[in-house]
């Protein structure tokens, strides 16, 4: 194979957005694909709301295997779907598309399972029974954490938004250990906990900054951050500053990638320090 040319039977994936210009999973699959020697792309594919069922269906036709789904259309792919996964069925989203050869759609969520192979390796030590945890956000992002977080078995978790609402229907929908609290009184359920999790945009570059007082934080906490750019967001670095350990936002974005390109391209990658070089970079 001529290097910077497909063959006919190359293996074809995507990542849909709108927009999806900024998505870095291109470099990341292209990294992939690269270190692996495989025939295949894997292409930014910018999909405006009104046409996204006649994209997806398009997809099987291309000859594509697969595609990851990212803002805006991770709820509304759920109803394109011919097959789900129980996972992406309670978290209300999907964010891969696995093609089968009779071209019907399976709609996976690996949001939640990038995040629990994030933590491991950041916070090696972590374990499920450490104590409660505190999730910040009540969007999708916090949907796939929350079922990753109960599904690990822990308990309790306070989930704090800005509308309190949004904390509430969604700590209702989920029941069990979720617990909704008001996100004024943030700084106090900090108490005892032995995770905290920002899932909101907070703290990314060109949105407002999360306000957060962590001194009621105990010192052997565990602090993650799903922003990633900037890489060291303000509350990872007010965390390492009072000596908690810390894992950066960067890592769920590359582990949640290893269930699909295995799916699509028939190769389980790693995660590795040159990836994460090859996709921040």
């Known amino acids: 194979m001529t290097p910077g040319f497909l063959g006919g039977t190359a293996r074809?994936?995507?990542?849909?957005?709108?927009?999806?210009?900024?998505?870095?999973?291109?470099?990341?699959?292209?990294?992939?694909?690269?270190?692996?020697?495989?025939?295949?792309?894997?292409?930014?594919?910018?999909?405006?709301?009104?046409?996204?069922?006649?994209?997806?269906?398009?997809?099987?036709?291309?000859?594509?295997?697969?595609?990851n789904v990212t803002v805006p259309h991770k709820e509304a792919a759920l109803a394109l779907m011919d097959h789900l996964d129980p996972v992406a069925q309670r978290i209300g989203a999907v964010n891969t598309i696995v093609i089968g050869s009779d071209g019907r759609l399976e709609g996976r969520n690996t949001d939640g399972e990038g995040f629990m192979a994030n933590l491991?390796?950041?916070?090696?030590?972590?374990?499920?029974?450490?104590?409660?945890?505190?999730?910040?956000?009540?969007?999708?992002?916090?949907?796939?954490?929350l079922v990753a977080l109960m599904d690990a078995g822990v308990a309790p978790i306070y989930l704090l938004n800005r509308t309190f609402d949004r904390a509430a229907a969604l700590a209702a929908a989920f029941g069990g250990s979720v617990v909704a609290v008001p996100w004024e009184a943030r700084s106090e359920w900090l108490a005892g906990a032995a995770l905290l999790v920002n899932t909101t945009?907070?703290?990314?570059?060109?949105?407002?900054?999360?306000?957060?007082?962590?001194?009621?934080?105990?010192?052997?906490?565990?602090?993650?951050?799903?922003?990633?750019?900037?890489?060291?967001?303000?509350?990872?670095?007010?965390?390492?500053?009072?000596?908690?350990?810390?894992?950066?936002?960067?890592?769920?974005?590359?582990?949640q990638a290893v269930p699909g390109f295995e799916a699509w391209f028939g190769v389980r990658p790693v995660v590795t320090a040159a990836l994460r070089e090859a996709v921040f970079s």
């Open 201 to 255: 945009s907070l703290g990314m570059i060109g949105q407002p900054p999360l306000e957060l007082d962590l001194s009621a934080l105990p010192g052997d906490a565990v602090v993650t951050d799903l922003v990633y750019v900037p890489l060291e967001t303000p509350l990872l670095a007010a965390a390492r500053a009072r000596g908690h350990r810390v894992v950066d936002g960067l890592g769920m974005l590359l582990h």
């Open 12 to 67: 074809l994936a995507g990542v849909i957005g709108w927009p999806v210009a900024h998505s870095r999973s291109p470099r990341l699959h292209g990294h992939w694909l690269r270190t692996y020697g495989i025939d295949g792309a894997y292409v930014p594919l910018a999909v405006a709301p009104g046409h996204l069922p006649s994209a997806i269906r398009g997809l099987a036709a291309l000859g594509f295997r697969g595609a």
């Open 120 to 145: 491991r390796d950041g916070a090696p030590d972590w374990h499920p029974g450490a104590g409660p945890a505190v999730v910040l956000g009540a969007g999708g992002a916090a949907r796939a954490v």
